[in-house]
């Protein structure tokens, strides 16, 4: 993504499901991925993997890699790296209110696609730009 294009970038132009997937993607220690992983990983038909992964194509997020699979575009990494560190600060946020850990991940999950970029950096401003996410599995990772 350009510096133009990430200035653009909202936070709310995909739905929850495409969120997954490019969050997906983005953990996986390979840069390809295939379809069947998605379908498996994310409890989805491999159909619907398909039609998703055209439209991510098709919105410049995953370029396709005959016989491979696909991996994420540079604008895709841009904006799964971007969607990481939201849903990073709105655990922060939700830690703060006597939820289990896995409580928070489920309801950040459920209200990330919602909250914008100009909320979350607002966020970070009023939390003195955090370094450090509140992560059940692994409490000392960096915020992206």
Known sequence: MSESDELQMTGLELSPRKIAYLKFMFRQEEPTVRTSELAESLGVDPSTVTKTLDELSNAGYVDHIPYKGVRLSPAGKDYASFLIRRHQI???????????????????????????KKAIEAICKSMGYPTVSFCPVNPEMKIL
């Open 90 to 116: 709105l655990e922060l946020v939700f830690s703060k209110y006597g939820l289990s850990p896995e409580e928070v991940c489920e309801e950040v999950t459920r209200l990330e696609p919602f909250v914008s």
